[in-house]
């Protein structure tokens, strides 16, 4: 085997991803536009983005055509204003 062919040690190479890569000195800035006043997606996207500024992360969203119904979308099975209240706590 010439000096250019060398066999690839996944494990070693796992091993080093891992401890280059630490997410949790990262902050990673996200944007969610919400362009829908389906309850399901909607109370799905507010989850996301508490979640994500709980991490510590920068999240914005933005109400966009049907997304500005998004307070009064909530159902039996999706509270979706009580997500919306969630995220502006965190």
């Not at 996200?30 to 909607?42: A, M, P, Q, R, T």
């Not at 507010?46 to 979308?73: A, N, W």
Request: charged fraction near 25%; charge should be negative; proline fraction near 1%.
């Amino acid at each position: 085997m010439s000096d250019s062919c060398h066999p690839i040690n996944y494990l070693e190479l796992d091993n080093n991803l891992l401890s280059f890569t630490n997410y949790e000195d990262h902050i990673m800035k996200l944007g969610i536009i919400i362009y829908s006043n389906d309850s399901e997606i909607v109370w799905n996207a507010f989850r996301l983005s508490s979640f994500s500024l709980k991490k510590g992360d920068e999240v914005e969203v933005f109400l966009l055509g049907k997304g500005v119904e998004s307070e009064t979308l909530d159902t039996h099975k999706f509270n979706v204003s009580a997500e919306m209240k969630q995220f502006r706590i965190c």
